[in-house]
């Protein structure tokens, strides 16, 4: 597919916006997405991370940035150089902790998804369950205007008000 | 409990049995979870594993499970014994591999077991004969509420319950299908097939073989996508799309098989038969590999009505195992022989470690036995 700006380079970037339920869509190279100011941030090789584990070793500073190439879980010592090299993390802390770092590798391995859509304890406190339940909700919102279907949009987002006034409805 | 009360016969989930059974031979769901307050597993102290051992056992233990269960000390049982229990899928090669306390809790009818201080604290899987992948899940799902009523599981409200590696986060679900695909493979069709499973984000891999390679047609087909999707979602996807879908490939494949290639199909089963009653030393991918042809024709024959020569002499095939007489032969034996002639099982079996000659020695002695009856 061809860039629908310069009509030159193959378009590798494809914008979908959706405007009071109307839906466009934009194909674009990544030279003209940056010219346009479109381009996402420079995606660092953190987004390598999951497929390269061991392959790719770029340092710290180049995949987590500055700020976070020293950071240690203060739970359990854990760091992002670790990971790096065990391919596992130290503890359940750590999704806290290194959760920026984490999130672009967490959506590679999941298709793009960062957020729970599923069981939750029994004993989790209502809020959890009342998180869980609007996360799953907004994720068929999302996919019920993708597939046109504003009838059942509505009916979500009624529902989803419900669960913001009452809490889960179990 | 000693592993030769087990060791003699096939488990369930491979009796050839159950819904879609000529294609699916087994269902599994595998749920991830860990113990809020504890490191992950490979972080964590010798201590700290012994406690979580400790801990998880008495819970699983204290558990109705509906059925006689026995617990297996893995890190202080031989390698022999960790190879039979992969070799039976009850617990996992890495949980074999791995190191420190640890152990596995596992029903004696094999359909549950939970692995503690594998990747994760707790692995619990469920297992059963054919397509049914909506029992596994309200198995282990019960099986989950009831350890979950006695511990604190670690989990976030944004990414779910929460695991060693992130590829297993959210609902720490792993649906898994055992199938049997060796049309697609004799029609050079696999490879095509199992690109456009990977395409649909799963995981394909080949089973009972050396590396990927499949010697038994036998491939596992995974979930990837833990995270963001429910696990209702996941296995009506396996249910509605993904099973159907693969084993349509599989079904019109065996027909292109009759329809225009039969003389390929019964050279491979006439072959099979041939070298299973008369080999005197079959490695155990050899046995694999012709084992999967003899199923293949029984399949054909049992739910297509297939009815080529070489068929009918397989149906027409006696069998006769130790503890049964002459009689005629059926998917059972043929998974009981494949399974029974598997290194670890063999050697169990025998009482004693062997070396690769004299185990493919006695491994075709056990099937030309079995596919030769006396009497």
């Known amino acids: ?170 | 409990m000693e592993m030769t009360e087990i060791s003699h016969d096939i488990n369930d989930w491979f009796s050839g049995s159950g819904p879609l059974a000529d294609i699916v031979v087994s269902s599994r769901i595998r749920l991830a979870r860990n113990l809020a307050g504890h490191r992950f597993l490979g972080n964590c102290s010798v201590e700290e594993k012994a406690e979580i051992l400790d801990v998880l056992k008495s819970v699983l233990m204290s558990l109705d499970l509906g059925g006689e269960v026995f617990f297996v000390s893995v890190d202080k049982e031989s390698d022999l014994t960790r190879s039979f229990l992969v070799e039976r899928h009850l617990i996992s090669r890495h949980h074999a591999m791995a190191a420190g306390p640890r152990g596995a809790v596992i029903a004696k009818n094999e359909s549950f077991t939970a692995m503690v201080n594998e990747e994760d604290a707790l692995r619990l899987q469920v297992l059963k004969s054919g397509c049914q992948l909506a029992a596994c899940a309200e198995r282990v799902d019960e099986i989950d509420d009831q350890i979950e009523e006695q511990v604190e599981y670690a989990f976030s409200p944004r990414f779910g319950y929460l695991t060693a590696c992130p590829t297993n986060l959210g609902t720490g679900i792993r649906v898994s299908v055992m199938l049997h695909l060796p049309a697609l493979k004799m029609t050079g069709q696999i490879e095509k097939c199992l690109a456009a499973a990977k395409d649909m984000n799963l995981a394909v891999r080949g089973l009972f073989g050396e590396g990927t390679e499949a010697a038994s047609d036998l491939y596992q087909v995974s979930n990837q996508v833990s995270l963001g999707v429910s696990e209702k979602g996941i296995i009506s996807d396996f249910e509605n799309v993904i099973i159907p879908e693969i084993t349509e490939y599989e079904k019109a494949a065996r027909k292109q098989l009759l329809a225009k290639q039969a003389d390929l199909l019964d050279d491979k089963i006439s072959r099979a038969m041939a070298l299973l009653q008369n080999a005197h030393l079959i490695s155990s991918q050899e046995a694999l590999f012709l084992l999967s042809h003899l199923r293949l024709g029984l399949n054909m024959h049992e739910h297509m009505g297939a009815s080529t020569p070489a068929i009918e002499r397989l149906c027409a095939l006696r069998s006769s195992t130790a503890r049964s007489g002459p009689c005629k032969l059926t998917i059972r034996t043929v998974n009981r022989l494949f399974m029974l002639t598997l290194p670890a099982h063999l050697q169990l079996n025998y009482g004693q470690t062997l070396d690769p000659t004299h185990r493919d020695a006695l491994r075709a002695q056990i099937i030309r036995d079995a596919l030769n009856p006396t009497s």
């Open chain 1, 1 to 170: 597919m061809q860039c629908q700006i310069c009509n030159k380079r193959t378009a590798t970037i494809h914008l979908t916006e959706i405007n009071d339920g109307v839906r466009s869509e934009m194909h674009i190279c990544e030279q003209c997405a940056a010219e346009q100011g479109l381009a996402s941030q420079s995606q660092m090789s953190i987004n390598e991370l999951l497929s390269h584990l061991l392959a790719v070793q770029p340092s710290d500073e180049e995949m987590f940035g500055p700020s976070e190439k020293d950071l240690a879980c203060p739970t359990c010592g854990f760091t992002l150089d670790r990971l790096r090299k065990e391919g596992t993390l130290g503890c359940p802390r750590d999704y806290e902790v290194f959760e920026q770092a984490l999130l672009p590798l967490i959506e590679r391995a999941h298709n793009g998804k960062s957020t729970h859509c599923g069981k939750v304890p029994a004993k989790a406190p209502k809020d959890t369950r009342k998180f869980v339940e609007l996360s799953q909700l907004r994720r068929q919102l999302e996919q019920a205007v993708q597939d046109e279907d504003y009838e059942l949009a509505a009916s979500l987002r009624d529902k989803m008000k419900q669960v913001e006034l009452h809490g889960a409805q179990g």
